[in-house]
T-cell receptor
Framework: GEDVEQSLFLSVREGDSSVINCTYTDSSSTYLYWYKQEPGAGLQLLTY?????DMKQDQRLTVLLNKKDKHLSLRIADTQTGDSAIYFCAEIVDSGGGADGLTFGKGTHLIIQP | DTGVSQNPRHKITKRGQNVTFRCDPISEHNRLYWYRQTLGQGPEFLTY????????KSRLLSDRFSAERPKGSFSTLEIQRTEQGDSAMYLC???????????FGPGTRLTVL
């Protein structure tokens, strides 16, 4: 079955790097995503990685995928107060017949200390 | 703004009433998804359309839930005989296909009294 696990909270100092971790169980996951949700706001797609990739970098964001361990991480460099939010890891399985919905983790609350 | 829009943003209803929510996807996105999010949880997938065809509906929470996308553009989600447990945020997302990136609307918050 599908399951996505994340730790619930992460506290970092402003200016440090944040690393948010995620594990998933479905080895046939095709794409893995990171979404950001600020209070009272909708989900913002940050980045995604295809399952045959190991790493993807986009400005301050670096995604690492360890397919053997089914482990995904999101690194945010030079964390700012505006990065304070809930970060969701999500996976999708595309069997080729049309994609199913995303399976989300419970989200990691990123708390920025001044 | 060309993002996903949802109406209404908030809905308060009494138990037993029917409610209907609307989602307008990003233009030319042929895939449309509905999710439910409860407090402290990630979104939970409910159903999915490709154009006007509903390709997945087994995840709808009960037979009180139904969704339509009659012309392959906007979609509606209806909940009949609402229960207090239906109180949640209902999210809509659309996707152009390809890498299956899903872009979410702001959601409709339902409160059932």
């Amino acid at each position: 079955g599908e399951d996505v696990e994340q730790s619930l909270f992460l506290s970092v100092r402003e200016g440090d790097s944040s690393v948010i971790n995620c594990t998933y169980t479905d080895s046939s996951s095709t794409y893995l995503y990171w979404y950001k949700q600020e209070p009272g706001a909708g989900l913002q797609l940050l980045t995604y990685i295809f399952s045959n990739m190991d790493m993807k970098q986009d400005q301050r964001l670096t995604v690492l995928l360890n397919k053997k361990d089914k482990h995904l991480s999101l690194r945010i460099a030079d964390t700012q107060t505006g990065d304070s939010a809930i970060y969701f890891c999500a996976e999708i399985v595309d069997s080729g017949g049309g994609a199913d919905g995303l399976t989300f983790g419970k989200g990691t609350h990123l708390i920025i200390q001044p | 703004d060309t993002g996903v829009s949802q109406n209404p943003r908030h809905k308060i209803t009494k138990r037993g009433q029917n409610v209907t929510f609307r989602c307008d996807p990003i233009s030319e996105h042929n895939r449309l998804y509905w999710y439910r999010q409860t407090l402290g949880q990630g979104p939970e997938f409910l159903t999915y359309f490709q154009n006007e065809a509903q390709l997945e509906k087994s995840r709808l929470l009960s037979d009180r839930f139904s969704a339509e996308r009659p012309k392959g553009s906007f979609s509606t989600l209806e909940i009949q005989r609402t229960e207090q447990g239906d109180s949640a945020m209902y999210l809509c997302a659309s996707s152009p296909g390809g890498h299956n990136e899903q872009f979410f609307g702001p959601g409709t918050r339902l409160t059932v009294l």
